[in-house]
C-alpha cells in the first residue's frame, strides 16, 4: 500500500498504480485520450499532464499521468495553475488542425475532444494558417469510415486490433503531421469481427460507424439495457433507440421502434468493454418481418380464436412433445415448464446455427452456441439428437415448436402442430394453428450464459398490438391433464 | 593546434582504418588487457572515475549510465553505438567510423565486457556508405582476427557485433527511437519511465553511448582515469570532436582539448569566416543549440559550463558559422522545414507544432505574416518545452526561441517590409551558385 | 525474394533468439537493392517469413525516407537543401539540376535515367553542398563538378 496525495485528498494506492489508475480509483478525475483501462499506454495525445509538487528543496514538475509511477508520500496536483496552462495548450494544439466539423459529424454530443475543449479551453483557435488537409472520407472497411481530419493519432484503434482482438488490422503510416491511419492492405481488419469496438474506442468523430452514419442525433436517442442473443456469451450492451420522450416523436412513429446502434455495455464478469460485430448488427436480427397474425391451417384469425384451437389440440394429445427454443427466457422457460413440463417430452433446439463464415469460437467472446439461452433450456430437458425422429415418443401426436430453426419435414407425419413465433416464416402457414409472440427487444427478462451468469435484458419498445407474450400464452395453454375427460 | 588529442592522434592513410595498421599503433592492446586483468566492474569504475559525458548531445556521464546496468541479474545486456548521426551540422562520428572503426570496435568489446554483454550492436544511419562499409568492413576483420566472437583473446569472454543500417529518420539518433526502430518497427521513442538502462532492447536492460563518448574507452581504460582527467577542464574532461561547417574557411572535424578558446578555435584554427567577412553568429552544437552572437562567444570557452553560461550548449559538436549578411528568418526556416520533416508523429505538442512554426515562418518568408507571428512563434516552443515523449520538440523549441531572442528585428523588419533585411541570403559570398541561379530564373 | 533468404538467413544466425522481427529492416534494404524498390509480393513473402504482422511492414516502409514502394530513375539525384548545405549553395545546385535535367523534385526524366530528390541532412555539412546519387555521397560540389557529375551518369 502507497500513500499519496492527490488535490490534498490522502489516497491509499496500490504498488505499480500509475497516478492515473489511483486517481481514477479514488474518484479523481484527469482527462484523457489516448489513455484506456483496457489497453497499453502510449502516452501520446499529452492531455493528463500533472503537477507532482515540489518538496521544498526542489520545484514542482509537470508529466503526464498515465505512465507515472506513485511513490509514497507523492503530492499531485491535477488543477494547479500551471496544470490547467498546460492543458489548455495541449487543447490548442490538439484542435490545431481538427476540422470543426461538428455540425455534421455524428460524434457530436458524444465527443470527447467537444467537452474538453469547453471544459479546459473554451476558446477560438489562435492560429492564422489553414488547418492541414486530410482524407476525410476513407473506407477503412464496408462498416467504418474513417475522416484523417478528425482523427487525433491517439492509436487507441492500433493497440485495439494488436492488443485485442489480434487481427493486426491497422497501423498508423507515414510520420509527423502527415500520420494516417490505415487499415492493413490484405484484408485482416475487414475480416476482423470485433472491428467496430474502434468506433467506440474512438474520442472524437474520425472513425463513425457506416451503417449509423447521419441517421440520428445521440441527444434524440437513449440507450436500453440488453443482451446480445447472437451466442452463448450474452454480451451486455445498449440498445439505442429514440427517446421515448423525445417530442418529434410524432413525426415517422414507425421509427420510433428502430434500433438505430447497438453498443456494449461494460460487464466485467461477461464481456469487459467489448462487443463483436455480430452484435451490432441486432437491428437485422429483430426487425426481420414480423409475424403478426394468429392462423388457423394458414387462414388469419383473431389471437383467442387460435389459443381456443391450441387448447383443444393440446388438451386432446396422447403423446404430446415439444421443441423448446434456446432463445426463451429465464421467465419463458419457468412458464413453458410449470404448463408442459410434467406431460410434455420435451427437446431444446437450436433455433440458430452459425452461418457461413461466421466466426465459431475464439478466446476473446466468440462462442459456438449461437443461442442465448441454451444453458438454461437445457437444465430442464435435454438437447435435440442429431436424429430427430427418435425425440418424438412412438404415437406422437402432437407437437409444440416454440421458436425457430425446426425442420418441419422431420416431425412426425400424423402429428398435430401448434407453432408460437416471432418472425415470419413459411412453415408457419402449414401448423394446425399459429401464435405470434413478441421478441427480446419488446419484454424485459433474463438469460443465463455459458458460465452460468444471469444477465438481465429490458424492454425498449411496444410489442405489436396482434402479437402476445410467449409467456402469457403458456398460462393460457396449460390444460391439466384430468381436463382432457371433457 | 587545438590541444591533446586522444582520437584523432595518428596520420590518416589509405589503409590507416585497417586491422594491421590499428594493431600496429597498440590497437586491441587494452581490450587484451582487460580480458586478461580485469573485472568488469573496475572497468566500469575506472570510465566513471574518468567523468566522460556523453557526446551524443545530452553530455550525460557515461560511466554512471553504466552503472545502472546490474550485473549478474540474469537478464541479458545490449550495448548500442549511435552512429545515427542526424543532427543537421554534426558530422564528426563520420570521422572515427571511416578513420578509427577499429578504435569503435575495440572500445565496444572493452564496454561489452564491463556490462556483461553478449551482443552489442552499431546503429549506422542509412544514408552513411563509406562509413558503414569501413564499419562493417572492420568488424569482418575483427572476427576474422578473434577480436570478436567466441572465446575472444583466449578468455572466456564472447561477443557478436551486429552493424544495424537505418533507412533515414531523424528520429531515429533518439536512443529509444533508435531502440524501437532496431526492434524491426518505426522509430518511434518511447516514454520515460522506464529508463533503457532498465527496460531497453526488446525490454532488456541496454546501454546506448554515442559513437564518440565509446571511442574513448580504450584510452580511458589503457592510460586510467587519472591520465584522461589531465586533459580538458575539470567538469569536462577530455576532448571533443567538433565538426565544423558554415560560413567558415576550412570546415571540418578537429579535436579539441575542453577548455580551449571558442573564438581562437574559429578564427585561427579554421581559418575565420569565409572570404573574410565578420562574424555574425555560431551555432554551437548542433541546430538544437540555441545560437550565439559573435559578441557572446568571444569571452568563451570550448567546454560545457562555459557555454551553458552562455545560454547554450557545446551538444553533439556540430559548430555552424555565420557571416555577416546572412537572413535569419531564411535560416529559421531551414530548421523548422527539418523540424516538421522528421517529427515521429506520435505526439501531439510536437506533431501539430512543428507544422506550425513551419507553416508560420513560411508565411512570413511569402511576405504575409503579421507582427503577433513572432510571438507564437514562441509560445509553440514553449508549448513544446518539456510536454513531448522526446526531446525533438525541445530541441525545435530552443532552436526557435534562440533565433527569434537573438534576432527579432529581422523578423519584425520582413513582416513590416515585406522582404528580407539581407536579401534573403544563406549563403555568404556572392555565390557562384546565386549566378547560377538567377541564370535559369 | 526467396532467392534472398539464404542471405537472410546469415543475417538471422547473428544475431540473438528472438531477434527475427529486427530483420525487417535489413532484409527491406536488401529486397529494395535487388528490385529497386519494394514490391506487395515482397511483402507478403517477408512478412510470413519473418512471422511479422503485414502492417508492421507497410509503417516501416511508410515512415522510413529511403524505402520506397515505387521504382525510382536509373540515378536517384538526392540533393541536401539542410542548412550547412544551403548556406554553400544548396538552392543553386537544386537549380542547376531542374535546369540541365528539364525536371523538379519528386519527378523523373521520361527516359527513366534520373530522379531528382531533395533531403535532410546527411552528415556532410564540411563538404557542402553535397548530392547524393543512389548510395553515394558526392561532395564539395559546384556548377563544373556536377556537369562532370551528370556526364559521367550518362555514359
Request: proline share 5%; glycine share 10%.
Amino acid at each position: 500500500m502507497v500513500e499519496i496525495w492527490i488535490d490534498d485528498d490522502r489516497v491509499e494506492a496500490k504498488d505499480g498504480q500509475t497516478v492515473m489508475q489511483a486517481a481514477r480509483a479514488s474518484g479523481h478525475e484527469i482527462p484523457y485520450f489516448c489513455w484506456h483501462p483496457a489497453l497499453s499506454v502510449p502516452g501520446n495525445c499529452r492531455i493528463c499532464m500533472v503537477e507532482v509538487e515540489g518538496d521544498g528543496a526542489s520545484a514542482g514538475w509537470l508529466d503526464i499521468a498515465c505512465n507515472m509511477p506513485i511513490a509514497n508520500g507523492m503530492r499531485i496536483r491535477t488543477d494547479s495553475p500551471r496544470v490547467l496552462a498546460r492543458r489548455k495548450e495541449m487543447l490548442q494544439l490538439v484542435t490545431l488542425n481538427h476540422p470543426v466539423d461538428c455540425g455534421i459529424c455524428d460524434k457530436a454530443g458524444e465527443c470527447t475532444l467537444q467537452d474538453y475543449h469547453y471544459r479546459y479551453n473554451g476558446e477560438p483557435s489562435v492560429s492564422r494558417d489553414a488547418k492541414v488537409r486530410a482524407t476525410k472520407h476513407h473506407a477503412l472497411s464496408k462498416r467504418i469510415v474513417l475522416d484523417n481530419e478528425r482523427c487525433i493519432l491517439c492509436s487507441r484503434c492500433v493497440r485495439f486490433t494488436r492488443e485485442i482482438s489480434k487481427s493486426d488490422g491497422l497501423g498508423i503510416q507515414h510520420r509527423g503531421d502527415h500520420s494516417l491511419v490505415r487499415a492493413v492492405e490484405n484484408g485482416a481488419f475487414e475480416r476482423d469481427p470485433y472491428s467496430d469496438n474502434v468506433i467506440d474506442l474512438c474520442p472524437v468523430g474520425a472513425l463513425l460507424s457506416v451503417p449509423f452514419l447521419h441517421k440520428a442525433r445521440v441527444w434524440y436517442l437513449e440507450p436500453t439495457p440488453s443482451i446480445c442473443p447472437g451466442c452463448e456469451r450474452g454480451c451486455s450492451v445498449a440498445i439505442w433507440h429514440r427517446k421515448k420522450a423525445w417530442k418529434l416523436n410524432r413525426l415517422d412513429p414507425a421509427a420510433n421502434a428502430r434500433i438505430d446502434r447497438v453498443t456494449p455495455r461494460e460487464n466485467p464478469a461477461v464481456n469487459g468493454p467489448w462487443i463483436c460485430n455480430k452484435g451490432r448488427d441486432l437491428a437485422a436480427v429483430f426487425e426481420r418481418p414480423r409475424a403478426t397474425a394468429a392462423m388457423i391451417r394458414g387462414a388469419a384469425v383473431e389471437l383467442e380464436a387460435a389459443v381456443e384451437q391450441a387448447r383443444a389440440l393440446i388438451a386432446a394429445a396422447r403423446h404430446p412433445a415439444a421443441l423448446v427454443s434456446s432463445w426463451g427466457s429465464n421467465e419463458e422457460l419457468a412458464a413453458f415448464h410449470a404448463a408442459f413440463g410434467a406431460r410434455f417430452s420435451c427437446h431444446v433446439k437450436t433455433d440458430h446455427l452459425p452461418q457461413p463464415g461466421e466466426r465459431i469460437e475464439d478466446e476473446l467472446l466468440i462462442k459456438p452456441d449461437k443461442n442465448p439461452n441454451r444453458r438454461a433450456a437445457t437444465a430442464l430437458y435435454p438437447p435435440l439428437p442429431e436424429a430427430t425422429r427418435a425425440a418424438f415418443p412412438a404415437g406422437c401426436d402432437l407437437v409444440l415448436v416454440w421458436g425457430e430453426g425446426c425442420d418441419f419435414d422431420a416431425l412426425p407425419p400424423g402429428a398435430n402442430v401448434v407453432y408460437l413465433d416471432a418472425w415470419r416464416h413459411p412453415a408457419q402457414g402449414r401448423a394446425d394453428v399459429f401464435l405470434p409472440i413478441s421478441v427480446q427487444t419488446e419484454r424485459s427478462g433474463h438469460y443465463t450464459n455459458f458460465a452460468g451468469v444471469v444477465s438481465r435484458f429490458e424492454a425498449c419498445f411496444e410489442k405489436p398490438a396482434t402479437v402476445a407474450d410467449a409467456e402469457t400464452l403458456f398460462v393460457a395453454l396449460a390444460v391439466p391433464a384430468r381436463a382432457r375427460a371433457s | 593546434m587545438t590541444g591533446t588529442k586522444l582520437l584523432m592522434n595518428f596520420e590518416v592513410t589509405p589503409t590507416s582504418h585497417c586491422l594491421a595498421d590499428y594493431r600496429a599503433r597498440g590497437g586491441y592492446a587494452t581490450l587484451d588487457k582487460v580480458l586478461r586483468e580485469m573485472r568488469p566492474e573496475e572497468v566500469t569504475k575506472e570510465v566513471a572515475t574518468a567523468g566522460i559525458l556523453g557526446h551524443g548531445g545530452a553530455a550525460f556521464p557515461a560511466g554512471r549510465k553504466w552503472g545502472v546496468i546490474r550485473l549478474n541479474d540474469g537478464l541479458p545486456h545490449y550495448l548500442c553505438a549511435n552512429a545515427d548521426e542526424g543532427e543537421p551540422g554534426t558530422f564528426k562520428d563520420r570521422w572515427i567510423l571511416e578513420h578509427a572503426p577499429h578504435l569503435l570496435v575495440e572500445s565496444m568489446a572493452i564496454a561489452a565486457y564491463a556490462l556483461q554483454v553478449r551482443h552489442a550492436f552499431v546503429y549506422i544511419r542509412g544514408e552513411f556508405d563509406l562509413p558503414w562499409r569501413r564499419i562493417a568492413e572492420a568488424v569482418e576483420e575483427a572476427y576474422a582476427a578473434g577480436w570478436l566472437g567466441e572465446g575472444i583473446a583466449g578468455s572466456a569472454f564472447a561477443l557478436d557485433l551486429v552493424v544495424y543500417r537505418g533507412a533515414g529518420s531523424y528520429v531515429c539518433g533518439e536512443a529509444s527511437g533508435l531502440l524501437t526502430s532496431l526492434e524491426g518497427r518505426k522509430g518511434y521513442p518511447r516514454n520515460r519511465p522506464p529508463r533503457l538502462t532498465v527496460r531497453g532492447l526488446y525490454q532488456m536492460p541496454t546501454v546506448i553511448n554515442n559513437v564518440e563518448t565509446l571511442a574513448n574507452v580504450t584510452g580511458i581504460v589503457r592510460d586510467g582515469a587519472a591520465a584522461f582527467r589531465k586533459v580538458g577542464t575539470a567538469k569536462s574532461p577530455g576532448t571533443q570532436l567538433i565538426s565544423i561547417s558554415g560560413h567558415v574557411q576550412r570546415a571540418g572535424v578537429y579535436e579539441v582539448e575542453y577548455g580551449y578558446p571558442f573564438a581562437k578555435f574559429i578564427r585561427e584554427d579554421c581559418g575565420g569566416v569565409l572570404g573574410g567577412l565578420g562574424l555574425k553568429c555560431v551555432v554551437p552544437g548542433g541546430i538544437s543549440t540555441k545560437v550565439l552572437t559573435a559578441a557572446e562567444i568571444e569571452p568563451l570557452l570550448l567546454d560545457h559550463a562555459s557555454v551553458a553560461a552562455a545560454g547554450s550548449s557545446l551538444g553533439s559538436g556540430g559548430m555552424v558559422v555565420v557571416a555577416e549578411g546572412t537572413c535569419m528568418v531564411r535560416f529559421l526556416q531551414v530548421l523548422v522545414r527539418f523540424y516538421h520533416h522528421e517529427s515521429c508523429g506520435q505526439c501531439t505538442p510536437c506533431r501539430e507544432g512543428m507544422g506550425w512554426l513551419h507553416r508560420i515562418v513560411d508565411r512570413i518568408v511569402a511576405g504575409e505574416g503579421e507582427l503577433e507571428d513572432i510571438d507564437r512563434l514562441v509560445a509553440i516552443s514553449k508549448a513544446n518545452d518539456g510536454t513531448t515523449i522526446c526531446g525533438m520538440g525541445d530541441a525545435a523549441g530552443y532552436a526557435t526561441v534562440g533565433i527569434i531572442a537573438k534576432y527579432r528585428d529581422e523578423f519584425k523588419y520582413w513582416i513590416r517590409n515585406g522582404r528580407s533585411l539581407h536579401g534573403g541570403r544563406l549563403e555568404a559570398v556572392d555565390h557562384e551558385w546565386l549566378r547560377e541561379a538567377a541564370l535559369h530564373g | 525474394m526467396k532467392h534472398l533468404i539464404p542471405e537472410f538467413m546469415a543475417m538471422r544466425r547473428r544475431l540473438p533468439e528472438g531477434f527475427e522481427p529486427s530483420l525487417v529492416l535489413p532484409c527491406l534494404r536488401r529486397i529494395q537493392e535487388d528490385r529497386g524498390h519494394v514490391a506487395d509480393e515482397d511483402i507478403d513473402g517477408l512478412a510470413a517469413w519473418l512471422g511479422v504482422p503485414r502492417i508492421q511492414i507497410e509503417e516501416v516502409l511508410s515512415f522510413y525516407t529511403q524505402f520506397r514502394r515505387a521504382p525510382v530513375g536509373r540515378w536517384h539525384l538526392q540533393a541536401c537543401r539542410n542548412l550547412s548545405c544551403s548556406m554553400r549553395g544548396a538552392e543553386g545546385v537544386i537549380a542547376h539540376l531542374e535546369h540541365r535535367l528539364g525536371i523538379e523534385p519528386g519527378q523523373t526524366t521520361s527516359d527513366g535515367r534520373y530522379t531528382l530528390s531533395t533531403v535532410e541532412c546527411l552528415g556532410s555539412c564540411g563538404t557542402a553542398p553535397v548530392v547524393m546519387v543512389n548510395e553515394t555521397y558526392h561532395e564539395d560540389m559546384s556548377p563544373e563538378r556536377l556537369d562532370a557529375l551528370l556526364e559521367s551518369l550518362s555514359r
